[in-house]
């Protein structure tokens, strides 16, 4: 009888760029007009691949060919950290699940983020039977998250943690012993309690100068030498950072994220 080990849990980094993505549309800069590949970031968000199935963390607008390009078969849930254009636009790419599955697609999310979903996309949860056929919006459902408050998608547990996106309330989370921070500039220090120990950290870093509503690399790394996880990547990075000069200059134990990493969860 053959041994076989049980399936690994994996975070698979789809995109690791800002809201504009990069290249930039008309950018002629050194990062824009680069060959590798890990200078082309799409918007950022995760898929998170175990045992039971697939689900995502956020929904940028290249979701569809984001999935395609992992090979993702069946989508079975999303969680939001927050309802920014870049992290949402891609929600309608979740109506062939919702066939598939013959069952609407959970939502996981705050009540502010329910609230800004359902108006973007009023027409996927009207009365279904003004609907022309049944093809005509996605099935979706809500599912409410608090922060602090653990929950569970498809076996793997999921713990929300408050960040602050400059003033805006959004969220982080840890599953496991691996941690996703997209779109923040500060955690709160009862958020901080939570991080620590961690094997992998993945936290936004948008340019090298200071930004109002993001980390910057400098204060990236100063919140990844306070939490001390034993690897960290830094993620939703604009045109400004180039993956090679950018990861020669970082401490041991920090690197730059490019789109199709991918993470074992542990």
């Known amino acids: 009888m053959i041994n076989r080990e049980p399936p690994i849990a994996e975070m698979i980094i789809m995109g690791t760029g800002t809201s504009v993505g990069v290249p930039v549309v008309g950018c002629q800069c050194m990062v824009c007009r680069s060959q590798n590949p890990k200078n082309q970031r799409t918007r950022t968000g995760v898929l998170i691949r175990g045992p039971q199935g697939e689900f995502i963390i956020d929904a940028g607008p290249e979701l569809r060919l984001q999935l395609i390009r992992e090979d993702a078969r069946l989508i ?7 309802a920014h254009a870049d992290h949402i636009l891609g929600l309608d790419d979740l109506r062939v699940f919702g066939y598939q599955m013959n069952a609407a697609v959970p939502l996981y999310c705050e009540e502010a983020v329910e609230a800004q979903i359902r108006h973007v996309f009023s027409y996927a949860f009207t009365d279904p039977a003004i609907h022309t056929h049944q093809f005509a919006a996605p099935k979706l459902r809500f599912e409410r998250i608090v922060p602090g408050q653990a929950f569970t998608v498809l076996g793997i547990e999921i713990l929300p ?6 003033d805006l309330p959004v969220l982080g989370f840890r599953l496991g012993n691996t941690a996703f921070l997209t779109d923040m500039s500060t955690i709160p220090a009862e958020s901080k309690e939570l991080l620590h120990g961690l094997d992998t950290l993945v936290i936004d870093a948008l340019r090298k100068e200071p930004h109002p509503t993001h980390l910057h690399v400098n204060a990236a790394v100063r919140l990844i030498h306070q939490l001390q996880p034993r690897q960290a990547y830094l993620t939703h990075m604009s045109h400004d950072l180039e993956y090679e000069a950018l990861r020669n200059e970082l401490p041991d134990g920090i690197e730059p994220a490019y789109d199709g990493l991918k993470i074992t969860l542990t």
């Open 161 to 166: 943690i408050r960040l602050k996106h400059g």
């Open 76 to 82: 079975q849930a999303a969680v939001f950290t927050h």
